[in-house]
């Protein structure tokens, strides 16, 4: 079945320093989705890429789909301590009711 | 985007008992998701409910240990049946459609 893998598992960022999750999957994607999951809460929904090459941003939040819609990252400028918290992508499949896979996740911890 | 309740946000239960997870979403859906979310892991689709259907369970989950009632449109059970220490997760509600998932707080099982 479909696999969705993201490096790294984890990373310790002073604030202000960037960071970027990586995360690829084992098949050709019809779109991939970002989540962020604060310590003791659910999964919260940041942005949805559907289009080979496509980037998005928001504030400091970079979202970039591969071009071959197999591989996204996110890249975010100058943390802050309110970015803690583990980042899921989410890709879906291609042809009809195609479930969302979850990534491995990418844990960020920020101090100051 | 929905609002969605869970109850219980969490529970302790002893071993071969079972428990009934509630969903309750604010508007009509057409298919509500349930997930496990074991410690420190990603998360990982039980099945997808559908209203006036059965549900359709993903590889390795099966009617029998999870059953979900759907009985309307904006509401759905999970039933954790038979618990082990091995059940102990987060168990998340969602909704959503080809877009954005959208999740309840969770529920938060330990198993004795």
């Known amino acids: 079945g479909q696999q969705v893998m993201q490096i790294p598992q984890y990373q310790h960022v002073q604030e202000g320093e960037d960071f970027t999750t990586y995360c690829n999957s084992s098949?050709?994607?019809?779109?991939i989705q970002w989540y962020k999951q604060r310590p003791g809460g659910h999964p919260v929904f940041l942005i949805q890429?559907?289009?080979?090459?496509e980037v998005k941003k928001q504030k400091r939040l970079t979202f970039q789909f591969g071009e071959a819609k197999k591989n996204s990252s996110l890249h975010i400028t100058a943390t802050q301590t309110t970015d803690v918290g583990t980042y899921f992508c989410?890709?879906?499949?291609?042809?009809?009711?195609?479930?969302?896979?979850f990534g491995t996740g990418t844990r960020l911890q920020v101090t100051l | 985007s929905a609002v969605i309740s869970q109850k219980p946000s969490r529970d302790i239960c002893q071993r071969g008992t079972s428990l009934t997870i509630q969903c309750q979403v604010d508007?009509?859906?057409?298919?509500m998701f349930w997930y496990r979310q074991q410690p420190g892991q990603s998360l990982t689709l039980i099945a997808t409910?559908?209203?006036?259907?059965?549900?359709?369970?993903e590889s390795g989950f099966v009617i029998d240990k999870f059953p979900i009632s759907r009985p309307n449109l904006t509401f759905s059970t999970l039933t954790v049946s038979n618990m082990s220490p091995e059940d102990s997760s987060i168990y998340l509600c969602?909704?959503?459609?080809?877009?954005?998932?959208?999740f309840g707080d969770g529920t938060r099982l330990s198993i004795l």
């Open positions: 969602s909704v959503g459609g080809d877009g954005a998932q959208h």
């Open positions: 409910a559908n209203q006036g259907s059965e549900a359709t369970y």
């Open positions: 890429l559907v289009k080979s090459g």
């Open positions: 508007s009509q859906v057409t298919m």
């Open positions: 098949t050709t994607l019809s779109n």
């Open positions: 989410a890709g879906r499949g291609t042809g009809t009711a195609s479930k969302l896979t």
